[in-house]
């Protein structure tokens, strides 16, 4: 089974800042990654998938990348309603496998 | 507008079952596959299993595989998972979820993209 590592576990930063977060898959997974956003008490968002796609209604500060085994996502110019839990999810076969997550905090 | 609505979670003794349900609307249902994703209380999300369009393709975590039976009935646009031989461990917050496809050329990958609210399954003595 492919296993998702996320890096950093937690980053806190400033509105303003740019920020990124990092996942590596055990193995390649070609583009097939997604990116979810989690608030505390909600279900979680789809914001990319296919390692770069923007799900629609995503504003454009969030950007995805890479191919293979190592993905990024980026928040360009952080707003404060970006602060949330970040996970990646590789999209390849069963089973789907999450990274552990990444919690930003408000600096 | 979207829907998926999840029910039938509750206090439930370890070694008893359970079975969940979820309601879906907005959508044509028998289009996507589906699936059931938990979280247990302060950790990550894990995905537990999903099933295509026509039943014909389902899978599982391992640590559910032999307990757990994902079904889905597309004349009343509902999924269900019924949860046998329930564990301390599988103590969490149960959302099924809507499945998007995407194609790039070569080949398919499968995300979630409408989520439920989710449904707290706590297995407890």
């Known amino acids: ?107 | 507008e979207v829907q998926l609505v999840e029910s039938g979670g509750g206090l439930v003794q370890p070694g008893r079952s359970l079975r969940l349900s979820c309601a879906a609307s907005g959508f044509t249902f028998d289009d996507y596959a589906m699936h059931w994703v938990r979280q247990a209380p302060g950790k990550g999300l894990e995905w537990v299993s999903g099933i295509s369009w026509n039943s014909g393709s389902i899978g599982y975590v391992d640590s559910v595989k032999g307990r757990f039976t994902i079904s889905r009935d597309n004349a009343k646009n509902s999924l269900y998972l019924q949860m046998n031989s329930l564990r301390a461990e599988d103590t969490a917050l149960y959302y099924c979820a809507k499945e998007k496809y995407y194609h790039d050329g070569s080949a398919y990958s499968y995300y979630f993209d409408y989520w439920g609210q989710g449904t707290l399954v706590t297995v407890s003595s």
């Open chain 1, 1 to 107: 089974d492919i296993q998702m590592t996320q890096s950093p576990s937690s980053v806190s930063a400033s509105v303003g800042d740019r920020v990124t977060i990092t996942c590596r898959a055990s193995q390649g997974i070609s583009s097939w990654l997604a990116w979810y956003q989690q608030k505390p008490g909600k279900a979680p968002k789809l914001l990319i998938y296919a390692a770069s796609i923007l799900q629609s209604g995503v504003p454009s500060r969030f950007s995805g990348s890479g191919s293979g085994t190592d993905f990024t996502l980026t928040i360009s110019s952080l707003q404060p309603e970006d602060f949330a839990t970040y996970y990646c999810q590789q999209a390849n076969s069963f089973p789907y496998a999450f990274g552990q997550g990444t919690k930003l905090e408000i600096k």
